[in-house]
């Protein structure tokens, strides 16, 4: 079955510019995730959303970073005014039930973002 | 979230197996030790999964003694293709909906 999609796959934006990454999680899929993942690191947790409520969002760096799942399927990280220090590689994962380490996260194939 | 300490990079050669220790000294009682491996371009991809002695799937075993302190991921007769970042992950079923990876050991196969 398909997987968890992101897109674009690679972004390259100006300094200022505002970017929006897209991830379609699998069907069915309450639980959704962003992470953030700079070069030669592990994966940094970003935000979580149950269907479309959006239980944590303590990893965001800052209050340009914005994510939403309106209907609680697609789930679009918003970055306003994009800095350098933003260029990283964005994934997106989702599980079956509400997660927790015990259910297993399914990830996408990242969105790698360049800022100028 | 229990810290996880892993050795950052190993080499081996294609047949061998190749085996990973994580140690996690702070290890809750209710915490899960799971395994994630990582392709360069792609996201991590669940591996294997246990909470005492031994666990094995298709793909890797996976050793925890028991006092639970350490746990060792076993690759039989890795390939090429089991080049990859591979994370240990500490977490219990109640806690954190995330998941802290930590940096992962770089397993580089050669030929």
């Known amino acids: 079955g398909a997987g968890v999609s992101q897109s674009p796959r690679y972004k390259v934006a100006k300094r200022g510019q505002d970017v929006a990454l897209r991830c379609d999680p699998i069907?069915?899929?309450?639980?959704l995730f962003w992470y953030q993942q700079a070069l030669g690191q592990g994966p940094e947790f970003l935000t979580y959303?149950?269907?479309?409520?959006?239980?944590?969002k303590s990893g965001l760096p800052s209050d340009r970073f914005f994510a939403e799942r309106p209907e609680g399927s697609v789930s679009t990280l918003k970055i306003q005014r994009t800095q350098q220090e933003d260029s990283a590689v964005y994934l997106c994962?989702?599980?079956?039930?509400?997660?927790?380490?015990?259910?297993?996260?399914?990830f996408g194939p990242g969105t790698r973002l360049t800022v100028l | 979230l229990a810290k996880t300490t892993q050795p950052i990079s190993m080499d081996s050669y294609e047949g061998q197996e190749v085996n990973i220790t994580c140690s996690h000294n702070?290890?809750?009682?209710?915490?899960?030790i799971t395994w994630y491996q990582q392709f360069p371009s792609q996201g991590p991809r669940f591996i294997i999964q246990?909470?005492?002695t031994k666990v094995t799937n298709e793909v890797a075993s996976l050793f925890i003694p028991a006092d639970r302190k350490s746990s060792t991921l076993s690759l039989p007769r890795v390939s090429l293709s089991d080049t990859a970042v591979y994370y240990c992950?500490?977490?219990?079923?109640?806690?954190?909906?995330?998941?802290?990876f930590g940096t992962g050991t770089r397993l580089t196969v050669i030929p």
């Open positions: 994962a989702s599980s079956l039930a509400g997660g927790g380490v015990t259910d297993t996260q399914y």
């Open positions: 069907s069915g899929h309450v639980s």
């Open positions: 959303f149950q269907n479309e409520a959006q239980l944590d």
């Open positions: 702070n290890i809750a009682t209710n915490d899960y």
């Open positions: 246990g909470y005492k």
């Open positions: 992950l500490v977490g219990s079923r109640t806690g954190a909906n995330n998941l802290f």
